[in-house]
């Protein structure tokens, strides 16, 4: 733990030193937030806020990793090789985010398409799925139950769908949970912690490495992010923090907790889907004042910080509670 946890700070460090500069860099090339017309009327002010953001939080975790791998070549292992398939998860993920983001910046429009971006996230998912099915992973193809003290063997035919519906599904709640100063960071580093802590307790010292470094540099993001955002993460940093979550949860084994432990991220998501649906049944009748949903506790009068601060509490008593029950 006391590895893992330098790691962090080191990530930290990199990060929030270089957080200016790239905020600068940003502001210079004009690359800067657009805000939905039909999205709250406070949120106005924050167009032409630097965004892509999220470079912030995977640049330093791809070079600490990838160092930490060059280093095994001299015969010193500081990094497990099992870690290739979360770093290849954020990688792949960060590369299809920065041209989601560069389009959008550069069209003026809403990015990738929904069916083009969804069949890149499923063939990414697909492909880090198959690898780690097939390869010689402590806990694939298998799922942990609460109470029962050995994980359950799954067959890889139900496995790898499964898991890549899990990769697709938190990508993409992480994306709609970003839409506040702070909220989508200080849940997912609740997160991340979480699944550190139960990788520790089961042993598997690189993936608790290999997440809290990410938590560092959350952390760092963080601290740019904080209400009055300087800098927003978009979806190199949403899509890519979601989809390193649910393999980081897949290879605990304990992926059933994931919906506990991102609570917020499910509540957000299933705001959109309730939202959609009442939208058609009832022919035009909203459920939620504006969908996701802090956007309806905004238009109910609390603040941005209020929001963020009790989603914030309410991922910390939840991510105790799914500790708890991975030790049971």
Do not use: C
């Not at 989601?100 to 998912?125: E, H, I, N, Y």
């Not at 609390?302 to 991975?326: N, V």
Request: no cysteine; glycine share 10%; charged share 10%.
């Amino acid at each position: 733990m006391a590895y893992s946890l330098t790691l962090g700070s080191i990530s930290f460090l990199l990060a929030v030193i270089w957080g200016k500069p790239l905020i600068n860099f940003l502001k210079s090339r004009h690359i800067g937030q657009q805000i939905r017309l039909e999205g709250p009327t406070t949120h106005q002010v924050k167009a032409g806020t630097p965004t892509m953001g999220g470079l912030l939080i995977v640049i330093p975790v791809l070079l600490i990793t990838g160092a930490l791998h060059i280093v095994n070549l001299w015969g010193l292992t500081l990094i497990g090789q099992s870690i290739l398939v979360p770093l290849g998860i954020l990688f792949s993920f960060t590369v299809l985010g920065f041209i989601d983001d560069w389009s959008t910046v550069r069209s003026k429009v809403r990015g990738l398409s929904a069916r083009t971006k969804f069949a890149a996230q499923f063939v990414l998912a697909t492909t880090a799925m198959l690898i780690m099915s097939l390869g010689d992973f402590q806990f694939a193809n298998t799922v942990a139950i609460p109470g029962n003290p050995e994980p359950i063997a799954v067959s890889p035919f139900i496995y790898v769908p499964i898991a890549v519906l899990i990769i697709l599904s938190t990508s993409n709640a992480v994306n709609l949970t970003d839409g506040l100063d702070g909220l989508a960071g200080s849940v997912s580093a609740v997160a991340f912690v979480a699944y550190g802590i139960i990788a520790f307790l089961q042993g598997q010292i690189w993936l608790v490495a290999f997440t809290f470094t990410v938590v560092g540099s959350i952390l760092a993001f963080l601290w740019y992010n904080a209400y009055p955002a300087q800098l927003f993460m978009g979806e190199i940093g949403s899509g890519t923090l979601g989809a390193t979550l649910a393999i980081v949860a897949l290879m605990s084994g304990q992926w059933l907790l994931l919906p506990i432990v991102g609570f917020i991220f499910v509540a957000e998501t299933l705001s959109v889907v309730v939202q959609v649906g009442y939208f058609k049944l009832t022919h035009g009748k909203r459920f939620f004042k504006m969908s996701p949903l802090h956007n309806h506790f905004e238009l109910s009068g609390w603040s941005e910080t209020q929001i963020t601060q009790r989603f914030w509490l309410i991922s910390i008593l939840l991510a105790m509670l799914g500790i708890a029950l991975a030790l049971r």
